[in-house]
């Protein structure tokens, strides 16, 4: 009899953790370094959210990058694995705001603007929904502050 022995699948870091860090992360040096080592070992085929949460690490981690082209790159694959994410699962309310947070925090030239308003619209369906009083607290704190 043979038995294979595979390695286990990594350990998710707690999602209210990456929360915190995600809004320290835009101000914090600091935190989004903690992101980033809390996503680094997150696979590109893991659970949507926390392929967001990668996507999203890498994206403010170029705020701390040195030279334009290192920007750029982490900003590119940090979009691209949220729009991944967001496609594999549409209707999740966290990787919707993570992206509508993302999105409305960027310098216009980067031109990643295309989801703001279905992704407010969806928000603002969705949050009577929302369960976790964290999240909703979130997303009601990014509604008012990007109020257009």
Same mark, same amino acid.
């Given at each position: 009899?043979?038995?294979?022995?595979?390695?286990?699948? #990594?350990?998710?870091?707690?999602?209210?953790? %990456?929360?915190? =860090?995600?809004?320290?992360?835009? @101000?914090?040096?600091?935190?989004?370094?903690? $992101?980033?080592? =809390?996503?680094?070992?997150?696979a590109?085929?893991?659970?949507?959210?926390?392929?967001?949460?990668?996507? @999203? #690490?890498?994206? =403010? @981690?170029?705020?701390?990058?040195?030279?334009?082209?290192?920007?750029?790159?982490?900003?590119?694959?940090?979009?691209?694995?949220i729009?991944? #994410?967001?496609?594999?699962?549409?209707?999740?309310?966290?990787?919707?705001? =993570?992206?509508?947070?993302?999105? #409305?925090? %960027?310098?216009?030239? $980067?031109?990643?603007?295309?989801?703001?308003? @279905?992704?407010?619209?969806? %928000?603002?369906?969705?949050?009577?929904?929302?369960?976790?009083?964290? $999240?909703?607290a979130?997303?009601?704190?990014?509604?008012?502050?990007?109020?257009?």
């Amino acid at each position: 009899m043979f038995f294979f022995k595979f390695p286990p699948r #990594s350990q998710h870091p707690p999602i209210p953790e %990456l929360r915190q =860090l995600f809004i320290g992360a835009a @101000s914090q040096e600091a935190s989004s370094y903690r $992101l980033n080592t =809390l996503t680094e070992n997150i696979a590109s085929d893991d659970l949507p959210v926390f392929v967001c949460y990668k996507g @999203s #690490s890498a994206i =403010l @981690s170029a705020k701390y990058a040195f030279g334009p082209l290192s920007k750029y790159r982490k900003f590119a694959a940090g979009k691209e694995l949220i729009e991944r #994410s967001v496609k594999r699962d549409t209707s999740n309310v966290e990787m919707r705001y =993570l992206r509508y947070a993302i999105q #409305s925090n %960027l310098p216009s030239f $980067l031109g990643y603007r295309d989801n703001l308003t @279905s992704d407010r619209t969806f %928000l603002s369906r969705n949050l009577a929904h929302v369960d976790d009083a964290g $999240l909703r607290a979130l997303i009601v704190n990014a509604l008012a502050f990007n109020a257009q």
